[in-house]
């Protein structure tokens, strides 16, 4: 069966300071990748999306870039925080564009 | 600018009841209508699809789509306080793999 793995869990970061969070899928091939950002009482926003290795798509202009190094990792970037950038940051997967998303448990970032 | 539009809540029911959450989108090509579960502190959780017009049940849950009136609504039956938690209604964007989510119902069921 597939599953996918988001960490860190949390993670409090100073303003300025660089981030790298890392989401990995095990268990299919060539999946559809996903980074959503989730702030407080708010709703679900893309940021990034991948089709394949090296495909990245921005939705939102922001200081946050995406890269897709093998098939199945997924990380999201930034050189440095703004204190706007604290959420909830979801990676999800899926293999067909018609299926739902399937989501890691997701880092609660908080930046100070 | 495709939109979800969900009511915020929250949406109080006695257990035992029915609750009924509602969502309209704007995108008229949509083909992909989804509905997650979210507890608070935690990721959303797949829980009903639906691509065609018309009811579909699995459970104590029921997805009802209408392509025309650009709604979908999600019936929970039998509603458990376990059942309390944020409902998050997703979109498919025509022509793409994205997922455009609304805002969320949040859902109470009192004992």
């Known amino acids: 069966s597939q599953t996918i793995h988001q960490w860190p869990a949390t993670l409090v970061q100073p303003v300025g300071s660089p981030l790298s969070l890392e989401c990995t899928v095990e268990g299919t091939s060539n999946p559809n990748l996903y980074w959503y950002r989730q702030a407080a009482g708010r709703g679900l926003q893309l940021l990034f999306y991948s089709v394949g290795i090296g495909q990245i798509s921005s939705e939102v202009p922001q200081n946050l870039s995406a890269s897709r190094p093998q098939d199945r990792q997924f990380i999201l970037s930034s050189k440095k925080l703004l204190l706007s950038d604290s959420g909830f940051y979801l990676c999800?997967?899926?293999?067909?564009?018609?299926?739902?998303?399937?989501f890691g448990s997701g880092t609660r970032l908080t930046v100070v | 600018q495709k939109e979800v539009e969900q009511n915020s809540g929250p949406l109080s029911v006695p257990e035992g009841a029915i609750a009924s959450l509602n969502c309209t989108y704007s995108d008229r090509g949509s083909q992909s209508f989804f509905w997650y579960r979210q507890y608070s502190g935690k990721s959303p959780e797949l829980i009903m699809s639906?691509?065609?017009?018309g009811d579909k049940e699995d459970g104590r849950f029921t997805a009802q789509l209408n392509k025309a009136s650009q709604y979908v609504s999600l019936l929970i039956r039998d509603s458990q306080p376990s059942d309390s938690a944020t409902y998050l209604c997703?979109?498919?964007?025509?022509?793409?793999?994205?997922?455009?989510f609304g805002q969320g119902t949040t859902l109470q069921v009192k004992p």
């Open positions: 997703a979109v498919r964007v025509s022509n793409t793999g994205k997922l455009i």
């Open positions: 999800a997967w899926s293999l067909q564009v018609s299926y739902g998303y399937t």
């Open positions: 639906i691509y065609s017009n």
